[in-house]
């Protein structure tokens, strides 16, 4: 299972997904990094910094999608 996230930059206002697994680590295929659901990841233009487990990333997340 994994998730998907669908993201608006507040910082240089790009929009880009991000793949995590769920309990487990893989690689997003749209901007390479690994991780799981909890790890931090980085916006591809600006590399500002988004954090799921921060309350200010429910702002930046305009769709989150689940995969099994």
């Known amino acids: 299972m994994g998730v998907v996230y669908s993201m608006q930059c507040d910082r240089c206002n790009t929009s880009f997904t991000h793949q995590a697994g769920i309990g487990f680590v893989c690689n997003c295929h749209d901007c390479g990094e690994f991780?799981?659901?909890s790890a931090p990841f980085?916006?591809?233009?600006?590399?500002?910094?988004?954090?799921p487990e921060n309350e200010e990333f429910e702002k930046s997340v305009k769709e989150v999608a689940h995969w099994d």
């Open 35 to 37: 991780g799981d659901e």
């Open 42 to 51: 980085f916006c591809p233009v600006c590399n500002k910094r988004f954090d």
